[in-house]
């Protein structure tokens, strides 16, 4: 089924309203609720390790979920590791996180917790163990969700000595750490393992090979900690899906791939509005956040949490308009959720989140927004079974590298570069002219696309150059920008002229580059006849000066000492091609690239709309499901290309159609 919930906490309402919050949800077509992700001290209100303690207390959380599912309501069990009770943490001041300035935090916000910790995996064993053995056969129960939001590097005593087994693992000798991260460097050879820092920031800039190290060995280290919780979840709660609730794109602590590799699906936490003017949103960055998260396992996902209200710590941004909670609820499904679970149902009247609001305030009286989520769950019960099965396919990726991302934080390389705006300039490209897009690992299958762009591939082995090259001389089309090939997978500079591993195939050698002032800017003169642009396209940021080899010239530069060297080059590889874009260059860039490429590669988007109005698309068999998403406050006319079936309302529609502010249309072809 189609599941469509919200995030509940019982724990902090009188159990007494419980009941009516049950009824509430059921009226709004909820058939699941996330529960229990911050109660470890209310379900553990003790050390249960000491005798005469008192023991785990799932009394409450039975008698929750059986009032939820008296409703219908089904449940998924967030295992509460993300915030550990106070007697836990105060009895043992050795589990609290260091951060990067090398003092430790205290207690009082969450993740406060080093994820290396024995004592912490012992503690986490027992209390997940607990509650899987006693949930395993609840009938209300389908599922999990590991701890909350991973992140937050640990740089303690406990997490240097586990960084110094697992480099000795990595490199089997302090010779061969030492080559690779060349510490003859400023005098940093080491001699034993116990020598090797954690690259706190009070020591200055560290070695850069050291600092990738060190993200990959936090990354691992939470990915083996949430290995321990699936493991119990396997062998106690088999029947179970287990999840975590990812982050959006613009998170780059971890490597969600490696995170994502042995859950079942991916969930991910969804906020599109923020403190900019609420009749503006960006619907490029969900629908990037939808697509990234679906890339992950390359598979459908769930919103675990989707935005319900206006959100904020201290302060509070402007509240959802009309419209907009369903609006981002029907693009999420559009981009491939399977389930959609707003956060929260009720807003707190304690602690830090008082100002994130739920689908009901404060005094919980139902109002605007739970009208609007109500609107939607009816319909949804109309329409789930039309959704459920059906799939996003696309035939562009992009390919999206956490080595890369992680060797951008330490050197970023341009005061003004930052890896995301560069990927999403070249997603919104792609949004604006309504091509669906995976986005996948580097070492992913390339086979189903015909046009994958590889943004900035800073660090770059020679496996995916062998998967890149695989797919070039079978036809495909790639794309790649500036900073590519630059470092070896230590970190270290490659000594061969850029884009190093990717020269050959992109039949062009970087002959000198120019690090570009803050906002300067350059245009680029194309000059072949195919490619025309309709606004002027800017070199920005970094600009490569190309020297081809084998490769044609397709643009460029116009100003400064390298005025008419190649700003943008076409090589021809095997059954392929490898454009090579020598600058970070602007949207209109791509724009302007992507009309020319799409049009040579016989990609289609669905069909034209009104600027701010959004077209996907989800696939059974032969069969679509079309959502158009009016995402600006105004009504805009769409031309629909055929005639078709709205599915909210099973009437015929064609032609010219209105869609209202912030309104949705939901179609199949008509028969």
């Not at 091609?577 to 990609?603: E, H, K, R, S």
Request: glycine share 8%.
């Amino acid at each position: 089924m189609f599941y469509f919930g919200a995030d509940y906490y019982p724990e902090q309402w009188p159990e007494e309203r419980w009941p009516e919050d049950a009824r509430l949800m059921a009226e709004a077509g909820f058939n699941v609720a996330r529960l229990a992700e911050f109660a470890w001290s209310k379900l553990e209100p003790a050390d249960t390790l000491k005798p005469g303690d008192n023991q785990f207390d799932f009394t409450w959380l039975d008698r929750a979920l059986d009032v939820l599912h008296a409703r219908g309501i089904y449940a998924i069990l967030g295992t509460p590791t993300a915030s550990p009770p106070p007697w836990l943490m105060l009895k043992n001041p050795d589990l609290f996180r260091v951060r990067d300035d090398g003092r430790q935090v205290t207690f009082g916000n969450r993740r406060e917790y080093c994820p290396n910790h024995p004592l912490y995996h012992q503690r986490s064993r027992q209390i997940v163990t607990a509650m899987a053995e006693h949930y395993a056969s609840h009938p209300a129960l389908i599922g999990w969700q590991i701890d909350n939001e991973f992140g937050d590097r640990c740089y303690c005593p406990v997490c240097q000595s586990k960084f110094q087994e697992w480099l000795k693992e990595r490199y089997g000798s302090l010779n061969e750490l030492n080559a690779r991260w060349g510490t003859n460097f400023w005098s940093h050879v080491y001699t034993q393992w116990s020598e090797i820092p954690v690259p706190v920031t009070t020591g200055g800039s560290p070695n850069p090979g050291l600092a990738l190290d060190f993200a990959r060995f936090i990354s691992d280290s939470y990915v083996a900690y949430q290995q321990i919780q699936v493991d119990i979840l396997r062998t106690k709660c088999p029947g179970h899906i287990i999840t975590h609730n990812f982050m959006s794109f613009g998170y780059e602590g971890l490597n969600y791939y490696d995170l994502a590799r042995t859950l079942d699906l991916v969930s991910w936490d969804n906020y599109p509005i923020g403190f900019w003017l609420p009749d503006q949103p960006d619907a490029c960055g969900p629908a990037l956040g939808h697509d990234t998260v679906r890339g992950l396992k390359q598979k459908n996902f769930w919103v675990m949490e989707q935005q319900a209200g206006p959100s904020g710590w201290e302060t509070i941004s402007p509240s959802p308009r009309p419209g907009q909670l369903r609006l981002w609820a029907y693009q999420a499904i559009a981009h491939g959720a399977d389930a959609v679970v707003f956060f929260r149902w009720r807003t707190a009247r304690h602690g830090t989140e008082q100002y994130w609001h739920g689908i009901l305030d404060h005094d919980a009286r139902p109002g605007r927004r739970y009208a609007e989520i109500k609107r939607m769950g009816a319909e949804i019960k109309r329409m789930g079974v039309l959704i459920e099965g059906t799939e996003v396919r696309a035939k562009v990726a992009i390919l999206h590298s956490y080595d890369s991302r992680f060797g951008f934080q330490i050197q970023p390389n341009s005061p003004d570069f930052r890896y995301y705006t560069h990927f999403k300039a070249i997603y919104r490209a792609l949004f604006q002219h309504q091509i669906p897009v995976d986005v996948i690992a580097p070492t992913a299958d390339l086979s189903p696309y015909k046009l994958v762009f590889a943004p900035a591939m800073y660090v770059l082995t020679a496996e995916i150059v062998e998967n890149l090259e695989r797919f070039i001389r079978a036809g495909g089309t790639l794309v790649v920008t500036p900073r590519t090939g630059v470092k070896d997978d230590a970190n270290a500079v490659v000594n061969m002229p850029l884009p190093g591993l990717l020269a050959d195939l992109c039949g062009v050698t970087v002959d000198d580059y120019d690090a570009m002032p803050v906002n300067a800017a350059q245009e680029i003169e194309f000059i072949i006849p195919e490619l025309s642009a309709v606004w002027p396209p800017q070199a920005r940021t970094w600009c490569d000066i190309l020297t081809p080899q084998s490769a044609e010239v397709v643009a460029l530069y116009t100003r400064d000492y390298y005025a008419g060297r190649p700003a943008i080059t076409r090589n021809f590889y095997g059954q392929g091609q490898a454009i090579y874009v020598g600058t970070f260059g602007d949207t209109p860039l791509y724009l302007t690239l992507l009309g020319w490429l799409l049009l040579d590669l016989g990609i289609q988007g669905t069909f034209s709309t009104p600027e701010g109005v959004e077209v996907a698309e989800r696939w059974h068999g032969d069969q679509r499901i079309l959502f158009v998403l009016n995402h600006t406050a105004h009504p805009q006319v769409v031309t629909l290309p055929r005639q078709y079936t709205n599915l909210l309302d099973e009437q015929l529609i064609s032609g010219y159609v209105t869609v209202a502010p912030h309104d949705v249309l939901i179609m199949k072809e008509a028969e």
